[in-house]
């Protein structure tokens, strides 16, 4: 019988290996950013903000866009550090914050007897639409999700195999920082 080695349960601040705050910031924001793509809506980019992240700084926009989001705050003294490491526990609080952005954006409407329809639920403003559906509690089905141009609201299409009862349909958009 040998014996086997119990893990540390302590957790560690160790950096990411390899991975330096300017080459994070731009993981995490490339990742979140990239529903984008998908939307179709431009980001508009903040001016300098650190002391210490040029505007001609490769992670720039990345990194400024994160600040105006409050994903990262940056040291007291205006500096970002753009080449210290990242910390785990710091990774995760940049997650968090993020993540307490997202929100889910909810419309209800009452169709009466229509047995074609759409309608919409639009992000607030400084938020993308990502993601998106609808559901309801009748003999409908949702016959189409997607992004509107502009990348701000989700649209949702709804169709009824017979003329129904009132009833109450919903829209949600998956809204994100833009």
Known sequence: MTDVPTPDPTPTAAPIAGIRRGRAMAL???AFVCGSLFS???AVWAEHQFSDVPNNSPFHD???WMADNGITEGYDD???KPTNPVSRQAFSAFLQRYNDRI????VDTNP???QLWSFTATCDPGMRAVGGGGSSMSN???T???PVVGGTTWRVDFRADSPIDPTVARAYALCVPA
Do not use: H, L, N
Request: proline share 0%.
């Open 28 to 30: 995490v924001a490339i």
């Open 62 to 64: 990345e990194i400024d």
């Open 40 to 42: 179709g809506a431009g």
């Open 103 to 106: 929100v889910v954006k909810q």
């Open 140 to 142: 409908m089905m949702m």
């Open 112 to 114: 009466g007897s229509a």
């Open 78 to 80: 205006d500096t970002f």
């Open 144 to 146: 189409g999700s997607y």
